[in-house]
């Protein structure tokens, strides 16, 4: 659960989402392993992998929708070993528009 202070920070609305995907680091280039993306925003995702993809690196993540394959790009910002899986916070380089979450959130719960 976020504390007040740190909600009070967040600049994009985060929508739960269980979506398959996979990624991979750009620099250097590394191999794609499978995960699970597991909230977006218009600012950026937090997904789940197997490894660790260190802070600071750029990665590409291919979530599976209903809506199709979607590509993103960001910048790791964070990591945190959680059981089996590590959850990493990644950033989007520019916001994308507050649809582009809607639109991933809503096709899951339909």
Known sequence: MLQPAEASRRRHVRLPVLLPASGWMTNPQSARVQGTVRNVSAGGILAEFPTEMPPGRSVRVVLNSRQGLV?????????????????????????????????????EHR
């Open 71 to 107: 590509e993103v790009e960001g910048r790791v910002v964070w990591v945190r070993g959680v059981g089996l899986g590590i959850h990493h916070g990644i950033a989007f380089p520019e916001p994308k528009n507050r649809q582009f979450a809607l639109d991933l959130f809503l096709a």
